[in-house]
């Protein structure tokens, strides 16, 4: 059973560029999220996904969207790139039937890695 | 949401226990306690959860305290693969599975 995959593993881009990152959830998962992951940090969370819809956002500007496909897999964008924008991006899948107050542990890819020039 | 304390970084000789401790003192009765460690540059891996029980995997045990405010995650046997930082997080009621990452520990396993 593959679990949570990412792509690309690494991305360079120039300051002022679109970029798009995709993720796969684990078999049976259907919610998604995103993390931006800075250098000596821990991961921030961007925003989640469930029935295709933005369910969740985190503190992140309007240059950050994203989408979720009826398979359950995700894009995240991010439109003119800045250099603070270089991280790793983190990708978590959860499983569905999730209620408020259950604890369902979420599995995380091994992330796309952005780097902004 | 309630926020995490941690140290930021622990040393532990290779097949010890280690002890990782957490402060969560503004937890709120229906919050869970969640555990994940990331090796470096890898995505954060599940290690265990508990709501008030003391609870116990093939990878860990996580003791929390009677009043909730503090808990323990204990590796009872480290090795060199157990070097990493270990998130202690606090589950954001009604905010399906968002999760809070704080700045971790960083556990040094030494031979």
């Known amino acids: 059973d593959a679990g949570v995959t990412q792509s690309p593993t690494h991305l360079i881009k120039t300051r002022g560029q679109q970029v798009t990152l995709r993720c796969s959830p684990k078999s049976g998962h259907d919610t998604v999220s995103w993390y931006q992951q800075a250098l000596g940090q821990g991961p921030q969370f961007i925003f989640q996904?469930?029935?295709?819809?933005?369910?969740q956002r985190g503190n992140f500007p309007d240059r950050f969207s994203g989408h979720q496909f009826p398979n359950y897999s995700s894009e995240l964008n991010v439109n003119a790139l800045l250099l603070g924008d270089s991280a790793l991006y983190l990708c978590?899948?959860?499983?569905?039937?999730?209620?408020?107050?259950?604890?369902?542990?979420?599995?995380f890819g091994p992330g796309t890695r952005l780097t902004v020039t | 949401d309630a926020k995490t304390t941690q140290p930021p970084s622990m040393d532990c000789a290779e097949g010890r226990a280690a002890n990782l401790p957490c402060n969560h003192s503004?937890?709120?009765?229906?919050?869970?306690v969640y555990w994940y460690r990331q090796i470096h540059s890898q995505g954060p891996q599940y290690i265990i959860h508990g709501l008030k029980n003391n609870e116990t995997n093939e990878m860990a045990s996580l003791i929390i305290t009677e009043d909730r405010k503090s808990s323990t995650l204990i590796l009872p046997h480290a090795t060199l693969r157990d070097t990493a930082v270990y998130y202690c997080i606090v589950r954001a009621p009604y905010n399906f599975n968002k999760f809070y990452f704080g700045s971790g520990t960083k556990l040094n396993v030494k031979p």
């Open positions: 996904y469930y029935e295709e819809e933005e369910r």
């Open positions: 503004t937890i709120s009765g229906n919050e869970y």
């Open positions: 978590a899948s959860s499983p569905p039937g999730l209620a408020v107050g259950t604890s369902y542990e979420q599995y």
